[in-house]
């Protein structure tokens, strides 16, 4: 099946302008060709660490993988969001610092550099202040001011806690340059933290993974096989859509470009379909931010979940499951209330036989169920996905067995694309480690949870009112957040902050570690940032805000669902935390909960509904929500007195 792209910017340079990570550059063939050997020789680095890691630790791999990965940022990004493609001679010399400086600790000797930990040298302090700087640098350049002067503030507030009244909580005995140099360059707490080891343990190879699997021809065959799922109807272009989004999440990881990668290939058939630009937009972005939250790879702050609990990431692909099919169901109902309500046209579009699609590629399924099997044989999420990388190349060898030079050249260029791809990712969770040392050194994030659930509970004494209220703030406070700053750094900050928080009130890992999640992705699609929604409204020329607001519509279910994870006992259920009659007599609940959240939105329930009517399915979604008998009853019959009264309207006036 072929379709003719939009007459636009390509959707390569759509996804890299509206993205949460700035554009890279347009290298030139020799600066190209150094980032492409050196970023090929990482790709072996961390290949090698699976399976044959250092004698010195994982420290020592880490300061390896940064020293060699962060040059790499300031030859492929610029200082600014517009200029020249090809790095000036600043930044080969940033990269050079940058080189020197990350490896610093192995060129001094290692082990003596450890030694040093709590009395660095003079050389030491001036080495870890210039990393400092260039990881800040590096982060500017990737994906903006706000997460450096986070990091900044977070600085300050070590270094100064000691001015701060003495009867303020928060208020600390003060940390000196040295010490803060040496907790964040010489300690595991600080650059080579939690954060940066998902990054140079997991995410980089899952990146690898998908851009093998693109290269395979993956992202390809997910379109076709969507399209030629569905039959010729009004409703076909929407669906293929939704569910071309989620399959295409599993090559890309990333929501934005998804949504992108979608658009070029479908916004012409919903086009065709009579969709108007805004609605088609907010389906695309809604559609492209669930590659984040669906299994099995999620996105970056899942292997962060599953370090941070120290559990397995097959658990943290199980907690996701029925959350991202509610999510996906919600935007599946309010796709098909808005096909009817503005009166969607069939569409023909030429495509395959499924079955004849499924004999010649369905291999690329394969690899995905290795990644969940390998998982639940115990095998480690690194190592699983090398293998499933390895069975995505193989399986691609086979079906290009008369091309093999091209094969290996492809395969060999998605490495390398992988690593690259990975880089701004890499600066954030260097970053991180600023906030998260700091939180750890000082206190901080204790003192802050606890304020929290003081706000609530200044309010009320009333201890289900006090969880509601902060659950409630909780959520706002990560949405917020996440419209500063990218996923991953949004969820660690609110992790270290909110969780104790929720901890406090007797929520469990699970739901707390999946709550912060779910609101850090969904900050995505929030106006009035909404990046997922900016960049769709670039491939169908609409309304930007517009665009955004259809995307919230589409996702409003996904923003109230996870709430119910926190609020009640059996929201566990919703991760699969129960016996199977709780987890299935929850999900059904919950999914009327999202139908009815559904007919509030698209205004549509086999034809239009009045005002009167959207108005009573709004207390029955939000009861059906709180899993517990009462409230679902009440909401039940919230439900029916809607159901009700819009089937008495629609016969009168009929």
């Known amino acids: 099946m072929t379709t003719e792209p939009v ?71 610029r200082p600014r969001l517009r200029g020249r493609d090809d790095p000036g001679w600043t930044d080969w010399a940033l990269a050079v610092l940058a080189l020197a400086v990350g490896l610093y600790p192995v060129l001094v000797g290692y082990d003596d550099f450890l030694n040093r930990q709590g009395i660095l040298s003079p050389l030491d302090i001036v080495a870890g202040a210039l990393l400092l700087v260039l990881i800040l640098e590096a982060t ?50 600080g650059f080579y933290g939690t954060p940066l080891d998902v990054a140079a343990s997991y995410i980089v190879l899952f990146t690898l993974y998908g851009a093998v699997l693109n290269a395979s021809g993956a992202g390809q065959f997910f379109v076709d096989i969507s399209f030629a799922a569905f039959r010729r109807s009004r409703t076909a272009p929407g669906r293929t859509t939704v569910l071309s989004g989620f399959l295409l999440g599993t090559v890309s990881g990333s929501g934005t470009a998804t949504a992108v990668s979608l658009g070029s290939i479908t916004w012409p058939i919903l086009e065709k379909a009579r969709y108007p630009k805004e609605n088609a ?51 599946v109902f309010a796709m098909e209330a808005d096909a009817r309500r503005f009166k969607a046209e069939a569409v023909d579009v030429p495509h395959a036989d499924p079955w004849k699609l499924l004999r010649r590629g369905g291999y690329h399924f394969l690899s995905l169920a290795i990644i969940v099997v390998f998982l639940a044989l115990d095998i480690p999420p690194f190592a699983a996905v090398v293998y499933a990388t390895g069975v995505a190349a193989l399986f691609a060898l086979i079906a290009r067995r008369h091309d093999v030079r091209g094969w290996a050249g492809d395969m060999v260029d998605a ?136 995307c919230w519509k589409y996702t409003l279910p996904a923003f109230l669902v996870p709430i119910a994870f926190v609020l009640t006992d059996n929201g566990a259920a919703l991760l699969l935390e129960s ?64 159901l009700l009264t819009h089937a008495v309207i629609k016969r009168r006036t009929a």
């Open 7 to 77: 007459e636009r910017d390509s959707p390569a340079e759509i996804a890299a302008e509206h993205d949460e990570e700035r554009p890279a550059r347009k290298l030139s063939r020799v600066p190209d060709r150094v980032v492409y050997f050196v970023a090929l020789a990482v790709a072996v680095l961390v290949l090698k660490q699976v399976f044959f890691p250092f004698a010195k630790g994982n420290q020592f791999y880490l300061v390896l993988f940064l020293g060699v990965t962060l040059p790499l940022v300031f030859l492929c990004y």
């Open 140 to 189: 500017r350049r990737t994906t903006g001011l706000v997460l450096p002067i986070v990091c900044l503030l977070f600085l300050a507030y070590a270094y100064y806690g000691g001015f701060l009244p003495q009867n303020w909580g928060i208020a600390h005995a003060g940390i000196d340059f040295s010490q803060i140099v040496n907790a964040l360059f010489n300690d595991a707490s």
């Open 281 to 331: 937009g907010g389906l695309l972005a809604a559609s492209g931010i669930g590659a984040i939250l669906s299994p099995p790879t999620l996105g970056a702050a899942a292997f962060i979940i599953a370090e941070y609990l120290q559990t397995s990431y097959l658990k943290v692909l199980v907690w996701a499951t029925v959350p991202t099919l509610l999510y996906y169901l919600g935007i």
């Open 415 to 550: 490495l390398s694309a992988g690593v690259r791809g990975a880089l701004p990712v890499i600066a954030v969770c260097a970053a991180a480690g600023v906030i998260t040392s700091t939180i750890t050194k000082t206190g901080l994030g204790l003192e802050l949870a606890d304020a929290l659930v003081e706000l609530a509970g200044v309010l009320t004494d009333n201890g289900t009112v006090i969880l509601i209220l902060t659950v409630l703030l909780s959520a706002v406070a990560v949405g917020v957040l996440g419209l500063a700053v990218p996923v991953t750094a949004s969820f660690i900050i609110a992790w270290v902050v909110i969780g104790p928080a929720l901890e406090t009130l007797g929520v469990a890992d699970a739901e707390r570690a999946m709550f912060i999640f779910y609101y850090a992705v969904l900050s995505e699609v929030t106006p009035p940032t909404a990046l997922a929604a900016v960049a769709s409204a670039a491939i169908t020329g609409g309304s930007v805000l517009g665009t955004m607001w259809q």
């Open 579 to 642: 016996d199977v009659l709780t987890v299935l007599w929850v999900t059904a609940v919950s999914a009327l909960a999202v139908a009815a959240l559904a007919v509030v939105t698209g205004g549509w329930l086999f034809g239009p509904v009045s005002l009167p009517v959207r108005l009573l399915f709004v207390p029955a979604a939000l009861c059906l929500l709180y899993l517990e008998p009462v409230p679902i009853a009440i909401g039940a019959a919230c439900g029916a007195a809607a």
